[in-house]
C-alpha cells in the first residue's frame, strides 16, 4: 500500500520550467518504479516518464525527450519531474503512479494514483 501525492503544478509562460514532486508513503517506495502520467483536456492519458526503483532506467515519451528529466530520492520517498522549455502543449494534468515492479514502460502495470497537479503553460 502506497499513497502518493502531487505538486509543484501551476501557471508558467512557454519557455518556462517547473518541477512537479510526488510524495509517496511506505517504505515500499523504493521497491517500485515510478511514473508520470498527464492528460489534457480531449486527449487520452499519456505515459511521460518512467524511472526505476533504483533510479538508474529512465523512460521518456518523445514529446519530452531533451526538456524533461525523472529522478527519484528513494530515501526521501520522492520523485520529481523537472520540467523545462515548457510548451502549451504541455498543458495537463500531471499524476504520479506507482509500478509493482522495480522497472516497467507499459501503463497498465501501473496503479497507485495519486490526485494530480494541473500544469499551465501559457502562450
Known amino acids: 500500500q502506497v499513497q502518493l501525492v502531487e505538486s509543484g503544478g501551476g501557471l508558467v509562460q512557454a519557455g518556462g520550467s517547473l518541477r512537479l514532486s510526488c510524495a509517496a508513503s511506505g517504505r515500499t517506495f523504493s521497491s517500485y518504479a515510478m511514473g508520470w502520467f498527464r492528460q489534457a483536456p480531449g486527449k487520452e492519458r499519456e505515459l511521460v516518464a518512467v524511472v526505476s526503483w533504483s533510479g538508474g532506467a529512465t523512460y521518456y515519451t518523445d514529446s519530452v525527450k531533451g526538456r524533461f528529466t525523472i529522478s527519484r530520492d528513494n530515501a526521501k520517498n520522492t520523485m520529481y519531474l523537472q520540467m523545462n522549455s515548457l510548451k502549451p502543449e504541455d498543458t495537463a494534468v500531471y499524476s504520479c503512479?506507482?509500478?509493482?515492479?522495480?522497472?516497467?514502460?507499459?501503463?497498465?502495470?501501473?496503479?497507485?494514483w495519486g490526485q494530480g497537479t494541473q500544469v499551465t503553460v501559457s502562450s
Open positions: 503512479a506507482a509500478a509493482g515492479s522495480p522497472w516497467s514502460v507499459s501503463p497498465r502495470d501501473f496503479g497507485s
